[in-house]
């Protein structure tokens, strides 16, 4: 929005400087005046309507060799990325395609977030391989393909009643709070 105020300011600098501009005897300053302040308008209504399109430009889809989607939704260029068997905490939100929540850290009466050693088998496969893949203050989304969460599995009661059905894929926020190694 800033750049675009810049823009029709500039605009309209341009265009009274050459309105007010030393004319000649033979010209005639009121059309020129009038044909110079419409085509500033002109220029600075086009730059208001690309400007939105190119600010409101979503996020670059990320993918994965596995098969997980994702974007930075918050990005983080200072922080540090874990390794295999580093200890992380994340905080995370998981949802079905339906948009229907299943989990999250953040929930009443839970903790802000979840600790455990990357690369082990706490949390789905997919969750590793996104965490694995972030620096610390980083958040994304991801979409895990069945194959890196609950598989053919799926999280079902032994009534038959599935929270999340067999072949699901899943759709996670996820914000990598910390890293550290682990102790000895």
């Known amino acids: 929005i800033n750049m675009m105020k810049s823009v029709i300011f500039l605009f309209a600098l341009l265009s009274s400087a050459a309105a007010f501009s030393v004319q000649d005897s033979n010209s005639n300053t009121r059309r020129n005046f009038l044909t110079t ?8 209504a086009a730059a208001a309507v690309i ?3 190119i600010a409101n430009a979503g996020p670059e889809i990320l993918k994965l ?10 990005p983080s260029e200072k922080g540090k990325i874990p390794l295999q068997g580093d ?11 339906n948009g229907q929540i299943f989990d999250a850290t953040h929930g009443e009466g839970k903790k802000n977030g979840v600790l455990f050693k990357l690369g082990s088998t ?10 694995a893949n972030m620096r610390v203050g980083e958040k994304v989304q991801a979409i895990i393909p069945p194959s890196l969460a609950f598989a053919d599995d799926g999280i079902c009661l032994e ?3 599935c929270l999340i059905k067999p072949g699901s894929t899943l759709v996670y926020d996820v914000l990598l709070k910390k890293t550290s190694i682990p102790p000895p």
């Open 159 to 161: 009534n038959g009643e």
């Open 87 to 97: 200890l992380v905490l994340i905080e995370y939100t998981g949802y079905l395609t």
């Open 51 to 53: 400007a939105p399109t």
């Open 122 to 131: 706490a949390v789905i496969p997919g969750l590793n391989e996104v965490v």
């Open 65 to 74: 060799d596995s098969g997980i989607k994702y974007a930075i939704t918050k």
């Open 37 to 44: 302040l419409t085509t500033g308008a002109s220029a600075a």
